[in-house]
T-cell receptor, first 111, second 117 residues
Framework: RKEVEQDPGPLNVPEGATVAFNCTYS??????FFWYRQDCRKEPKLLMS?????NEDGRFTAQLNRASQYISLLIRDSKLSDSATYLC????????????WGAGTKLIIKP | NAGVTQTPKFRVLKTGQSMTLLCAQD?????MYWYRQDPGMGLRLIHY???????AKGEVPDGYNVSRLKKQNFLLGLESAAPSQTSVYFC????????????????FGPGTRLLVL
């Protein structure tokens, strides 16, 4: 089993719709969690951290369920510019600087 | 601030050739990393460094060497390139907040696309 697992997609979604991404993780990647965004042929950039209580940043909401080892990202009122690959990331249990990367879910927003 | 820069942006090598990828950061970050990214796979850590003069192996270190002689620079070397090393290479750096198990934000360079024929 991969340490951080995501459905590769792609998700094809009409503009304005709500998009949900899911991610599961194993015990080795269970400290801190993040969502990164990667545009085509670009580098990954931090989108948001994921807190146990859930957190929101504008149209983006992240949730963490430690009991189910499950992380989610919700994008409301999706825009064409949201088209990208979304990477689910966990930090290693025994390290405060090494991250474990999911392979990413590709999102395509259609007009 | 330029952030994290990488050179070159693109390179074609023949099997057996050697090359060095240069990464530089101007954020005074302690930690630096080299990853490779292949289609359908997550970023895989090749080597990393927790400070000037120190390096350590990551998940896929074979065929690569690194050096961190200066805090701002992290070099990745391929001594004898193989087609399996065709990939996109990303360098990243992160700050050390001192918080245990916190998973610091990593800042990435624009990547180097390497093709080994």
């Amino acid at each position: 089993r991969k340490e951080v697992e995501q459905d590769p997609g792609p998700l094809n979604v009409p503009e304005g719709a709500t998009v949900a991404f899911n991610c599961t993780y194993s015990n080795s990647a269970s400290q801190s969690f993040f969502w990164y965004r990667q545009d085509c042929r670009k580098e990954p950039k931090l989108l948001m951290s994921v807190y146990s209580s859930g957190n929101e940043d504008g149209r983006f909401t992240a949730q963490l369920n430690r009991a189910s080892q499950y992380i989610s990202l919700l994008i409301r009122d999706s825009k064409l510019s949201d088209s990208a690959t979304y990477l689910c990331v966990g930090s290693r249990m025994d390290s405060n600087y090494q991250l474990i990367w999911g392979a990413g879910t590709k999102l395509i927003i259609k007009p | 601030n330029a952030g994290v820069t990488q050179t070159p942006k693109f390179r074609v090598l023949k099997t057996g050739q050697s090359m060095t990828l240069l990464c530089a950061q101007d954020m005074n970050h302690e930690y630096m990393y080299w990853y490779r990214q292949d289609p359908g796979m997550g970023l895989r850590l090749i080597h990393y460094s927790v400070g000037e003069g120190t390096t350590a192996k990551g998940e896929v270190p074979d065929g690569y060497n690194v050096s961190r002689l200066k805090k701002q620079n992290f070099l990745l070397g391929l001594e004898s390139a193989a087609p399996s090393q065709t990939s996109v290479y990303f360098c990243a750096s992160s700050y050390n907040s001192g918080r245990p198990n916190s998973g610091e934000t990593q800042y990435f360079g624009p990547g180097t696309r390497l093709l080994v024929l």
